[in-house]
């Protein structure tokens, strides 16, 4: 059996990991070389994937294809799938989920909570649409927006007329949103099959106070009916959406404990990474059974709690060698890194993971872990 | 930092993992292309051990090498480590223990209780020994002896006769042991830094009817008292011995509550591969931590019990899709698939580990699993 991953970076390299442990061979596809998961897989293919001979060549080493970013243009998930390819989750649910308004229309016409939006066409109905939903408003664009790049709060009607200054935006660009005032970030990994059936991880909250996730906390320190509906809502949308493999359920929780779905991530997430260590099975050994039809393990912790805390690049720089030694002497400490060929602002070099008794003493552990790390 | 790996099997699969989660680069020297690990590892080096340039080449290519496998003759550890190759464990503590007689009396040496064994250069030296230590008298190969192959059961003088005819061995070839009647095997599995700081695992009971190991129940069903015993001794083995890296001591177990050690494996083992779901570090990771010289993570066990079951090839077939399903669709197990490229009698195709509340629980489900499988 061979993977497929379209993606050669820190979630295709985990997830590579994953199939090694199955006897699943692997076969990265990226732009570029020299990426994380092109370190242990089997096979790399590189060049554009827009290339019919690249396509053909991923096409015959691969019984399955999968992804690790929603941002493939569906037409290219289409075109690879036309040619036989057997990719999951599959291109039409891809199509509808990497159009962050497309997305949020499907949810709402499954009666899930979003928050209410329009698309903006032009700046006129940008000011309608203002009036309608209120300041501040959150503007997004309906592609390729990730960690806060592609949204924009906008505090009057002057701003408005700024950004699409700004932006020149075609009609298919733009989309708002009412803002909504959240208490905190929650997120669900589900892992569902072709059959419906599914798995979903314990709620997480998730914080990231530059909109790039910094801190996972597993299990959320919410009581426990919240926690169930967030659950329920999680699955609902996996299955509204008909999405296959692991996908992760974004979400806000307001004040009056209401839960709305933020955004849907279609693979294997950051907020997840907790589950290598803290969780039966973890998110990315299920991505593997799912997208070949296998039973999905248990997606119970088997830690009572665990904190993921991002490794994030402070500057620009290329790589000194890493001193993992006063993390490592830390208890209950994982470090992962991931490989990359240079540390730039903001991006993810590697994650840490500490389990725990309980959610504070991971999180004393993981932030001492973090800041022992020195690159 | 680069990791070369003398081998590329199971093990060295599953030191690459470890590796790679820590950011660290693996190249595997292999006799023969295709091997397990080198379907994950960054670099594959084929070709004869002694022949200068891939020796050239593996040492370029690592700043650290270490062994999957005590078989590695120790002229050659130590030609690579004349020409500037950093190896651990050392070659000079690797050539004591791949020659069980040296490892016997260096571990008798230290005090450390082993049967009583004497070297066999001739046949009227075998016929001496069998009068001093008696029947049944077990003879082994000095060096290469695995699973069985190379020990010798013997039950009268007629029959040291006839081995030794069959045999025709060179004086350095054989020794003798008392044969000790053990009601368990267990095996500790211990990683040790450079400084002599170590760490070691649950004792567990190993079960290996037709010499291969089939089963592994950890914790061992052995009073604590017994369990600190052998601990104990197996960390005094690690030290008597210099070892650097993860080591397995197997141990007898007598009805007489006394143990002995039997044989030191210096490198991961087959015994303590449950370590990587059901310990909070891996021996496969502290092997990895302890050759980079970092600190050790802990080696409790993260889950109540875990079974480990072996997947034996049964007849001469090659390879034929494998039904992962059954298996899987089994709660708390974990299967590992090594990924060669033919099956033989008793070769170890991959293993099971299932963890449970109970060692008898888990031991359950570990079967199940296995004869749910298919290959």
Tied chains: 1, 2.
Excluded at 171 to 186: G, K, M, T, V
Excluded at 276 to 293: G, L, M
Aim: glycine residues 6%; proline residues 7%.
């Amino acid at each position: 059996m061979r993977l497929g991953i379209l993606g050669g970076g820190q979630l295709a390299k985990m997830t590579v990991a994953a199939a090694a442990q199955l006897g699943i061979e692997t076969v990265v596809w990226s732009l570029t070389p020299g990426l994380p998961a092109s370190q242990a897989c089997t096979l790399t293919m590189v060049g554009g994937l827009e290339d019919p001979v690249v396509q053909a060549q991923m096409i015959a080493a691969s019984d399955v294809i999968t992804l690790e970013s929603e941002f493939i243009p569906a037409d290219i998930l289409l075109q690879l799938q036309s040619r036989g390819a057997r990719i999951l989750p599959t291109p039409a649910s891809v199509a509808v989920v990497q159009d962050k308004w497309t997305q949020k229309t499907a949810l709402s016409a499954h009666h899930l909570p979003v928050s209410p939006g329009r698309a903006l066409p032009d700046l006129a109905s940008a000011l309608d649409v203002s009036k309608e939903l209120g300041f501040p408003l959150v503007i997004k664009t309906r592609r390729l927006g990730y960690d806060g790049h592609g949204t924009f709060q906008v505090e009057g009607q002057t701003e408005v007329e700024a950004l699409f200054r700004r932006l020149s935006p075609p009609p298919d660009l733009l989309f708002a949103e009412r803002s909504i005032p959240f208490i905190r970030e929650l997120s669900v990994i589900v892992t569902r099959r072709q059959d419906g059936s599914l798995v979903s991880y314990p709620v997480v909250e998730t914080r990231q106070p530059q909109f790039v996730c910094e801190e996972v906390l597993a299990p959320a320190p919410i009581n426990p009916t919240l926690a169930a509906r967030a659950k329920t809502l999680a699955e609902a949308a996996a299955q509204a959406l008909n999405l296959v493999g692991t996908l992760a359920v974004e979400m806000f929780l307001a004040a009056d404990d209401s839960i709305m779905i933020n955004e849907i991530a279609p693979r294997p997430h950051n907020s997840g990474h907790f589950s290598i260590e803290a969780s039966h099975t973890s998110q990315f050994e299920n991505h593997v059974r799912a997208v070949f039809d296998l039973p999905l393990g248990s997606s119970e912790m088997a830690s009572s709690a665990a904190v993921m805390v991002n490794i994030l690049g402070q500057s620009e720089t290329t790589i000194t060698p890493l001193d993992l030694a006063p993390a490592l002497a830390i208890p209950g400490v994982h470090v992962h890194w991931y490989g990359k060929d240079a540390v730039r602002p903001m991006r993810k070099m590697g994650h840490i993971t500490a389990l725990a008794d309980s959610v504070e003493q991971a999180q004393g552990q993981a932030w001492k872990a973090r800041r022992a790390l020195r690159f």
